[in-house]
């Protein structure tokens, strides 16, 4: 089964719910008609791609004048893919070692399972990865990252719980450098009942890190669930605004009907989704690709 094939079945609950609510609509009309579009509107909102895209989406088909009702659904699709496009961006790790990827989000999101499938598709690409458990305040958190250290060898730095994170990245860092280490990727606390001290704390291991490698960090990849919706919306605002995204990792596509957030998220932030996660396995966490996205929820 090759990827498309493999994509399209991950996304078969918004596919079923957007496109196939959109198709039952428009089946129902026999002209374009000012009731339409508020129908449609409210399609695309419920698929939480927000009112900035559906009233982007709704402005190009009048634009574009169509007057037949299926004809809707090619502009739809045009549309869906520009946008997608006018924001997309890759995963920038330079030939400079260590390349530093810090991963934030907040607790649940799939962030320690991102950074293990992230360290063992490092691997499988001949490259060599640290890990720096710097979420301190979370055990089991740090003995998965240990399981997923074990199964693509990378090493885990760590230190006791409710240590220092900084103090962690500092300890990892030097580790990747005198190891010769490719990679190293920071996991990060999520703990977002105590706001302010979060971000006070990503901003201290930024420090760190610029301190120690002048130029990283390289990536700040914010990891949000795709189930959360608008939520996921809200946590990137935050996210950004206070230390700055270079990326997100959207998880959980497989899982919701709600994958329209996908939208929301590169219009109205303008920051690229660079990975999605569409299920438990390592084959799951994929480069974005805005084409494969569109054509897996549309069909070629």
């Known amino acids: 089964m090759n990827f498309f094939t493999r994509l399209g079945n991950k996304l078969t609950r918004t596919k079923d719910k957007l496109i ?48 037949e009702p299926l004809a809707i659904k090619t502009v739809i699709r045009e549309g869906m893919l520009a946008i997608l496009t006018e924001h997309q961006g890759t995963l920038a790790l330079p030939d400079a070692r260590p390349a530093v990827v810090v991963i934030v989000g907040v607790n649940g999101t799939g962030k320690t399972t991102t950074i293990g499938k992230m360290s ?7 490259k060599k990865v640290i890990i720096a458990a710097a979420d301190t305040f979370r055990a089991a958190a740090i003995d998965q990252l240990n399981v997923w250290g074990e199964r693509s060898g990378a090493a885990v730095i760590r230190h006791a719980d409710g240590a220092d994170p900084a103090a962690v990245v500092f300890d990892a ?16 606390a999520g703990r977002l009942h105590t706001k302010v001290n979060l971000m006070e704390e990503l901003k201290k291991i930024q420090r760190v890190l610029e301190r120690g490698h002048p130029g990283s960090p390289h990536e700040v990849l914010l990891v949000l669930d795709a189930t959360a919706g608008q939520n996921s919306l809200v946590q990137a605002r935050f996210f950004n605004k206070d230390i700055g995204i270079t990326g997100i990792v959207l998880t959980k596509l497989d899982g919701t009907a709600k994958g329209g957030i996908i939208f929301g998220i590169m219009e109205e932030l303008n920051i690229p989704v660079k990975m999605i996660g569409v299920g438990e396995g390592i084959e799951d966490l994929k480069d974005f690709n805005p084409r494969e996205f569109v054509e897996a929820l549309f069909g070629r």
């Not at 508020?38 to 004048?65: C, N, P």
């Not at 063992?120 to 001949?126: M, P, Q, T």
């Not at 860092?173 to 990060?188: F, M």
């Open 20 to 67: 196939g609510d959109i198709d039952a609509l428009l089946s129902r009309w026999k002209k374009v008609d000012p009731a339409l579009f508020e129908e449609l509107e409210e399609i695309l909102i419920s698929a939480d791609m927000g009112v900035t895209v559906a009233e982007r989406l709704i402005e190009k088909i009048k634009k574009d004048r169509i007057t």
């Open 173 to 188: 860092l030097s580790a990747a450098k005198a190891r010769g280490a490719d990679v190293l990727i920071v996991d990060t």
């Open 120 to 126: 063992e598709r490092l691997r499988r690409e001949g």
